[in-house]
């Protein structure tokens, strides 16, 4: 069975840091480029980074490049994006997904920026 | 960037109807588009890729078609499972986006 299980979501001050994780497992992480996306409260979808398949390639959303970064241990089957200079408008529950469509997500994990 | 366009934003519907949901995008994305099916405090779920696919284990009863700018997911006899907001994303190019959502609900 295909899982992605996200952690390290939580409260934090404006301008803090986090580190989200995504355990994947029932499937062969290293076949897969994986995405983070993200969910504000009562609003639609929105895609914020991408990892290739060798890791050597990554995209970001405008709205988070340069403050967040992702990247990807194959050894531990592991995803993550870390978030720093967090703003207010970053609250959302983030959800990491695989592959070019999106196939599987995680149940998300909620990030809240506030003071 | 890419805008996606859903129309309706919200549908309301019985069971056993015909629902066809629209994306239109602003410039042509091939069958780059998927369509993901989400439901109250649930992750997404991807239901069609490559604009006409149906994904692993999704019902029969849904169906994508289009190509280019203008895309749409019909479902063929709604079911009660199938009450829920429905997103298209286009994958064609970076950033990737989405439409801003379709709730469909029961009338």
């Known amino acids: 069975e295909v899982q992605l299980l996200e952690s390290g979501g939580g409260l934090v001050q404006p301008g803090g840091s986090l580190r989200l994780s995504c355990a994947a497992s029932?499937?062969?992480?290293?076949?897969?480029?994986f995405n983070w996306l993200r969910q504000a409260p009562g609003k639609g979808l929105e895609w914020v980074s991408t990892?290739?398949?060798?890791?050597?390639?990554?995209y970001y959303a405008d709205s988070v490049r340069g403050r967040f970064t992702i990247s990807r241990d194959n050894s531990k089957d592991t995803l993550y994006l870390q978030m720093n200079s967090l703003r207010a408008d970053d609250t959302a529950v983030y959800y990491c997904a695989n592959g070019d469509y999106d196939e599987y997500w995680g149940q998300g994990t909620l990030v809240a920026v506030s003071s | 960037d890419i805008q996606l366009t859903q129309s309706p934003s919200f549908l309301s519907a019985s069971v056993g109807d015909r629902v066809t949901i629209t994306c239109r995008a602003s410039q042509g994305i091939s069958s780059y588009l998927a369509w993901y099916q989400q439901k109250p405090g649930k992750a997404p779920k991807l239901l069609i890729y490559?604009?006409?696919i149906l994904h692993t284990g999704v019902p029969s009863r849904f169906s994508g078609s289009g190509s280019g700018t203008d895309f749409t997911l019909t479902v063929s006899s709604l079911q009660p499972e199938d009450f829920a907001t429905y997103y298209c994303?286009?994958?064609?190019?970076?950033?990737?986006?989405f439409g801003g959502g379709t709730k469909v609900e029961i009338k």
């Open positions: 994303q286009q994958l064609r190019s970076y950033p990737l986006t």
């Open positions: 490559a604009a006409s």
């Open positions: 029932g499937f062969t992480f290293t076949f897969y480029s």
């Open positions: 990892i290739s398949v060798s890791g050597d390639s990554t």
